[in-house]
């Protein structure tokens, strides 16, 4: 009986110290103790009910810091220039007179570019009455034409003989002008070796061609059957982005596209997104094709045919406008 009631009594003496230890917080670090705290869950004490949380009002909208709404203004185009000379890029012509000497035996020519080398001493010419020959004056970039100043004969005096040669030479007195789009001015000369100037409306064009309509017969004394033009002075202003229209932002893109230095180019006719096109090779090696283009995406041109004729089924295929055929 004894030993067990030693045994029962050992077991309650157990029981109760581990109570006070639980009571006091005791165990000192246990590996047990450490994984209880460390899952355990925090659970926030609770409000009185008799007390409850005063209402917060939200918080006011803040505007925001960014621009204010205000619509973008439409780029106001540059205004145009005053008229003035301008340079043109090229003179072409198909025909020219052949070479001569002048009285002190100096060889002179008299090729289309010396219509605008600024010196009245020299010009083109063709041999006869030089009627429907021209001289076509090509631009790097669209212009707004509204004059042209023409020499309409061979100004020079020969330094040596002293002879005339404007009064022994023909003497243009009629022209007609052509401009893109077919626009065409006509206009009567007087019988002057002077720069004499052509007013008409506005144009916007890539090019201007003078055409001999008219001119005098050779001179009485020591005649010659040649007809001149010394100078071609074209007046107006180049057209910057915006300032020509549709006309002048589609010529600017055709002549950025398929202009080159050894060739000037004709926009010749604008009907919407179609187009006619002629280059003019300044050293005259080769007789150009006709180019019909159309308007792509992103301001570039899609050749639909080049040639040296159409006949109006082939551009009723192509899609091209029949005004742009009829040339």
Known sequence: MLPQLALVRSLIFIILF????????????????AVVEATATVVPPAMPSATPLPSVPPPLPIAPSAT???????????????????PPRSAFAWFEAPPSRDSAGN?????????????MDTAWRVPGDGQLESVTLTFSQAVQLSALGIVPGYAKVDPVSGEDRFTQNRR??????????GISV???????????????????????TVAVLETTAPGAQNGRDFTPISELVPVGSFCRPQQCGPHG????????????????????GIAGD???????????TFDPPTMF????????????GAGTAFDPETLERMGVPAELGDW
Do not use: K
């Open 107 to 119: 060889e002179v020519v008299y090729s289309a570019d010396q219509t605008i080398d600024g010196r």
């Open 186 to 208: 006509e206009a009567t000369l007087a019988d002057r070796p002077e720069l004499q100037t052509i007013d008409f409306d506005p144009v916007v064009t890539s090019h201007v």
């Open 293 to 304: 283009v159309r308007r792509e995406a992103m301001g570039r041109w899609e050749v639909l």
């Open 172 to 181: 243009v007195s009629r022209v007609r002008l052509y401009f893109t789009g």
């Open 18 to 33: 581990g109570s006070i230890l639980a009571a006091c917080g005791g165990g000192g670090g246990s590996p047990g103790a």
């Open 274 to 284: 179609y187009v006619r096109l002629r280059g003019l090779p300044i050293d005259r």
């Open 249 to 268: 932002a589609a010529i600017n893109e055709l002549l950025a596209q398929f202009g080159s230095p050894e060739m000037g180019m004709q926009v010749q």
């Open 68 to 86: 204010p709404d205000v619509a973008t203004p439409t780029p106001t185009p540059e205004p145009m220039m005053p008229p003035a000379p301008i």
